[in-house]
T-cell receptor, first 113, second 116 residues
């Protein structure tokens, strides 16, 4: 029962570097999303997708790109890392219909120096 | 305007006592879902309980119950008989309908500490 698999668990980047956070789910979920969690600010939505080929911006999309070429995968790309992107990142998915709960990955702790 | 408001940054409760974590929400949709998640110090997000906007009964899951007051737009989590393992961050969340993108909105969380 893999659920939502998110890699890596930890990452340290230098300012200006790029990287991709990987997210895969094996539950055939239509809806996938990325959140960042910062102290005192809860979880904020970065980008989300309601199906393969469809993505949209959330609350804090600047500096991040996403694509959804398959139902299973939803990678998050940091184009040019900045210290303000130091955060814990969560990938989450759910069935697209109705008010289904989110299933979360285990999170990625990212530090940008 | 905040979609989800949790006004208690930190709460303390004595072991075996009940505790209520507050959550208010803001939506113009008639149809929506309300959720509570627990995040222990290990970091994972654990689903606790769900309440649909059309559900007339308050949701219950074991020691967790959701006190849903639609007119007040509140969805408070009640934990009965607190245990040491209940010490964690608790997040209230709302999912609106398809017309608004089926997005989830989270509150800023309440840190609960259970005192032995």
């Amino acid at each position: 029962n893999a659920g939502v698999t998110q890699t890596p668990k930890f990452q340290v980047l230098k300012t200006g570097q790029s990287m991709t956070l990987q997210c895969a789910q094996d539950m055939n979920h239509e809806y996938m999303s990325w959140y960042r969690q910062d102290p005192g600010m809860g979880l904020r939505l970065i980008h989300y997708s309601v199906g393969a080929g469809i993505t949209d911006q959330g609350e804090v999309p600047n500096g991040y790109n996403v694509s959804r070429s398959t139902t299973e995968d939803f990678p998050l790309r940091l184009l040019s890392a900045a210290p303000s992107q130091t955060s814990v990142y969560f990938c989450a998915s759910s069935y697209g219909q109705g008010f289904e709960k989110l299933f979360f990955g285990s999170g990625t702790q990212l530090s940008v120096l | 305007a905040q979609k989800i408001t949790q006004t208690q940054p930190g709460m303390f409760v004595q072991e075996k006592e009940a505790v209520t974590l507050d959550c208010t929400y803001d939506t113009s949709d008639q149809s929506y879902g309300l959720f509570w998640y627990k995040q222990p110090s290990s970091g994972e997000m654990i689903f606790l309980i769900y309440q649909g906007s059309y559900d007339e009964q308050n949701a219950t899951e074991g020691r967790y119950s959701l006190n849903f007051q639609k007119a007040r737009k509140s969805a408070n989590l009640v934990i009965s008989a607190s245990q040491l393992g209940d010490s964690a961050m608790y997040f209230c969340a709302m999912r609106e309908g398809k017309n608004t993108g089926n997005q989830f909105y989270f509150g800023t969380g309440t840190s609960l500490t259970v005192i032995p």
